[in-house]
């Protein structure tokens, strides 16, 4: 099958990228799985090399480079949130609550995506918020299953502690009461990416009032279920 493009840099470009994807490659093994001329597929890694798009190895050999893998989380979450949005509306319609996708970034949660109840009293976080690690059930989903010395280096300063994370782990879910805002109650579940690794947390909030001081009973298997629907949705799409 050709896969030419017409464009010849870029048709050459893929070339040596395609060549990498089975791993580590020398100039003279990118010259003989291309067909590419040797100076042409120097030049080609080279400027792949600046770009971050290649790396070098141990032994100096090219290898795909850390660009990609932020290309590929970028696609990845854009995916997510595409295969998210529904799960939170039915998520929202069935609890009468709020619902939300959180996603780590360094010290902070990000709201990713939301499905907000349209009247009465209700606990609003608008897309793009940064909230703290420190506090609240979707932050205890993202830390309860990192590795042991990020999780205990993510306690420092936090309202929850190991024994509560290990609860988390046990049951599968997580819940807070007034723990980042006075008021406000919530439950979250874990989402899962390739391997089981928690990629996202997704999430029910409100008031106190109408979610108890028990807010778990009440919806943790709405919303452990809204995890699981969106990490299996997720593996369809890989």
């Not at 709020?98 to 970034?105: F, K, M, P, T, V």
């Not at 010395?149 to 599968?172: D, I, N, T």
């Not at 009461?177 to 899962?192: I, K, L, N």
Request: glycine content about 10%; charged content about 20%.
């Amino acid at each position: 099958m050709d896969n030419s493009s017409g464009v010849g840099v870029l048709d050459k470009t893929a070339a040596v990228l395609g060549a990498l994807e089975t791993g580590p490659a020398s100039l003279a093994q990118l010259v003989q799985v291309t067909g590419l001329a040797r100076p042409t597929a120097h030049r080609i890694a080279v400027a792949l090399e600046r770009h971050r798009l290649l790396a070098r190895d141990g032994q100096g050999r090219f290898i795909l480079g850390p660009r990609i893998a932020e290309l590929a989380t970028a696609a990845g979450e854009d995916r997510m949130l595409a295969v998210a949005q529904p799960v939170l509306i039915a998520l929202r319609d069935l609890t009468g609550e709020s619902a939300q996708l959180y996603r780590r970034q360094a010290d902070s949660r990000i709201c990713v995506a939301a499905a907000e109840r349209a009247t009465g009293l209700r606990d609003t976080v608008p897309v793009g918020t940064a909230l703290p690690m420190t506090a609240g059930s979707a932050a205890q989903v993202l830390l309860a299953w990192e590795e042991p010395e990020r999780l205990h280096r993510g306690l420092r300063g936090a309202r929850f502690s190991a024994a509560s994370l290990a609860q988390v782990r046990r049951r599968g879910w997580a819940a807070s009461v007034a723990e980042r805002e006075a008021g406000v109650a919530s439950v979250s579940a874990p989402v899962r990416g390739q391997g089981g690794k928690v990629i996202a947390a997704v999430s029910v909030s409100g008031p106190i009032e109408r979610l108890g001081r028990s807010p778990g009973r009440l919806h943790a298997n709405a919303v452990v279920t809204a995890g699981d629907r969106i990490s299996a949705a997720l593996r369809r799409a890989s």
